[in-house]
């Protein structure tokens, strides 16, 4: 269709999505065959098939099961290489990414490999996509704050590569006040925060995250719907939440996608974005979340211009960069 077509040619800017969850199923296997790891699956059909998930943790299971696969610097670079040349043709020109150190160095796999692998990436893709991009480092909100701290102590020595640091992993359970120290001391090291809160976790997680954790933004946020309170409060201080459709469908957040509530975010007046959070995942990037939306919900043409208007508005970008991008 014509807002399609009109969406999927906006200059856009991704905001919520972890590097890990762009392991597309091929990569996947060409990746495992690389460093002689056996995976529980034949092919990627078998694997593909796998793919369906009741809840966040049943997704959870098989998104640290395939990052196994993740060995050497030059793995990282194709992980996030493959994921730069795949929004080029979606015409995203800024990305913010997560990766989850935890999950890499419980395996073995030192913060080094990780983050050059990545970062040089990621100046490649800039050089040769015009992608500008600023890396998240995220903790594993199921594992203790104490391992946090030391994840964060790793990335001292690189503080000039990252711009924020996030929280995700199983939400349930895990409420963002575990966390308040670490991301004190983030923040005191100039980093900027946002929280995964209200995907599966109730609105208190979300009222957290920005009173205690004091994030710059917020990661899904759709039970915040919930707590008119907290609607006017995310309103009034124009916070940004990075809302994901397809993701929200595959782990059942949502029934269908024409129960998806990023219509009524955008007509309470909230700061939301569309984002794809583990596309090899959920079934598609963000255009293919933009083309859901548009074909479940009565999206106009001026909820799509918010759309890719709030992308901008809420990354991390400074003034110049957005200037210069614009
Ligand atoms: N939620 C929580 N943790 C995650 C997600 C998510 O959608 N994707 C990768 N880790
Ligand atoms: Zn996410």
């Known amino acids: 269709s014509l807002l399609i077509d009109f969406a999927h040619s906006l200059p856009k800017a991704e905001l919520?999505?972890?590097?890990?969850?762009?392991?597309?199923?091929?990569?996947?296997?060409?990746?495992?065959?690389?460093?002689?790891?056996?995976?529980?699956?034949?092919?990627?059909?078998?694997?593909?098939?796998?793919?369906?998930?009741?809840?966040?943790?049943?997704?959870?299971?098989l998104y640290y099961q395939g990052m196994?696969?993740?060995?050497?610097?030059?793995?990282?670079?194709?992980?996030?290489?493959?994921?730069?040349?795949?929004?080029?043709?979606?015409?995203?020109?800024?990305?913010?990414?997560?990766?989850?150190?935890?999950?890499?160095?419980?395996?073995?796999?030192?913060?080094?490999?990780?983050?050059?692998?990545?970062?040089?990436a990621l100046e490649d893709g800039q050089r040769h996509y015009g992608i500008s991009f600023k890396l998240i480092m995220s903790f594993l909100r199921h594992l203790c704050e104490e391992s946090a701290f030391?994840?964060?102590?790793?990335?001292?020595?690189?503080?000039?590569?990252?711009?924020?640091?996030?929280?995700?992993?199983?939400?349930?359970?895990?409420?963002?006040?575990?966390?308040?120290?670490?991301?004190?001391?983030?923040?005191?090291?100039?980093?900027?925060?946002?929280?995964?809160?209200?995907?599966?976790?109730?609105?208190?997680?979300?009222?957290?995250a920005l009173n205690i954790v004091k994030t710059d933004r917020v990661d899904h946020g759709n039970r915040s719907l919930e707590d008119p309170e907290l609607i006017q409060h995310l309103t009034e201080h124009r916070y940004t939440l990075t809302v994901c459709p397809l993701s929200n469908l595959k782990l059942c957040v949502?029934?269908?996608?024409?129960?998806?509530?990023?219509?009524?975010?955008?007509d309470h007046g909230l700061q939301a974005t569309l984002n794809s959070d583990d596309p090899a995942y959920f079934g598609g990037y963000v255009n293919d979340n933009f083309t859901s939306v548009i074909n479940a919900l009565p999206v106009t043409h001026a909820h799509i211009l918010t759309l890719v208007k709030n992308s901008f508005t809420g990354s991390w970008m400074t003034t110049e960069e957005k200037d210069a991008a614009l």
């Open 150 to 208: 030391e994840t964060l102590e790793l990335a001292l020595p690189h503080l000039d590569k990252i711009s924020g640091v996030g929280l995700d992993s199983s939400e349930k359970g895990h409420p963002p006040e575990k966390f308040a120290r670490v991301f004190a001391r983030a923040k005191a090291l100039g980093l900027m925060v946002t929280v995964h809160a209200g995907e599966e976790g109730p609105p208190e997680y979300v009222w957290q």
């Open 68 to 120: 196994s696969v993740l060995i050497t610097e030059q793995d990282f670079y194709d992980l996030t290489y493959d994921y730069l040349t795949r929004i080029h043709q979606d015409n995203v020109i800024h990305t913010e990414v997560f990766f989850d150190p935890q999950g890499h160095l419980e395996r073995g796999i030192d913060f080094e490999t990780q983050i050059n692998g990545i970062y040089r």
């Open 16 to 61: 919520h999505l972890h590097l890990e969850g762009s392991l597309e199923p091929e990569r996947m296997f060409m990746l495992a065959q690389r460093n002689h790891i056996t995976l529980p699956y034949s092919n990627t059909d078998e694997l593909k098939a796998a793919y369906s998930f009741d809840n966040l943790q049943a997704f959870l299971d």
């Open 254 to 266: 949502i029934g269908s996608m024409d129960e998806h509530p990023i219509i009524k975010m955008l």
